[in-house]
T-cell receptor, first 117, second 110 residues
């Protein structure tokens, strides 16, 4: 079974340019997450989707970040314009979701490493 | 969610047991202890979780103290491939939010 797929794996852009990351979750997983991971730190949640609905976007910097999950499957995370401080790894994860699930294990993709020059 | 405290780094000889401690003194009664690990250049990977009983699976064992204020993840026979950052997380059941700390960097040496 394929895991969570992310692309691109690496991206280098100049500041003020836009950038987009794509995520394809595990088939059948209703919940999708985007995390940001700075060097030497643990991942931090940016946004969580239940199907196509964003149910937790409280940590998403909405002035420059946006995300969408059309049709409740693939998702795209966009930054416009990118700043130097956005250099980090952007991780996507998915889980089966659903209330009452004892262990809603999250499966992570390999991430996209963004470098802003 | 309760905060966790872990040592920054640990070493372990290959073939020996790796015991990774975690303090979560403010854990609430309905919060579970989860462990994930992150191998270099990969996303985090689920290892194990527990509420109050000790748990074991094919990857590791989780020992939770009776007062639930601390726990230990045990890798019974560490291999070089177990070199990774190990995150201890407490999470309220039926919520999907994982709050990662900085974890413990485990180095397994030959």
């Amino acid at each position: 079974e394929a895991g969570v797929v992310q692309s691109p794996r690496y991206k280098i852009i100049e500041k003020k340019q836009p950038v987009a990351f794509w995520c394809n979750p595990i088939s059948g997983h209703n919940t999708l997450y985007w995390y940001l991971q700075n060097l030497g730190q643990g991942p931090e949640l940016l946004i969580r989707y239940e199907n196509e609905e964003a149910v937790d976007d409280s940590q998403l910097p909405k002035d420059r970040f946006s995300a969408e999950r059309l049709k409740g499957v693939d998702s795209t995370l966009k930054i416009q314009p990118a700043e130097l401080g956005d250099s980090a790894v952007y991780l996507c994860a998915s889980s089966l979701g659903g209330r009452g699930r004892v262990n809603n294990e999250q499966f992570f993709g390999p991430g996209t490493r963004l470098t802003v020059l | 969610d309760a905060k966790t405290t872990q040592p920054t780094s640990m070493d372990c000889a290959e073939g020996r047991a790796a015991n990774l401690p975690c303090n979560h003194s403010t854990i609430s009664g309905n919060e579970y202890v989860y462990w994930y690990r992150q191998i270099h250049s990969q996303g985090p990977q689920y290892i194990i979780h527990g509420l109050k009983n000790n748990e074991t699976n094919e990857m590791a064992s989780l020992i939770i103290t009776e007062d639930r204020k601390s726990s230990t993840l045990i890798l019974p026979h560490a291999t070089l491939r177990d070199t990774a950052v190990y995150y201890c997380i407490v999470r309220v059941q039926n919520t999907d939010k994982l709050i990662f700390g900085t974890g413990t960097r485990l180095q397994v040496f030959p």
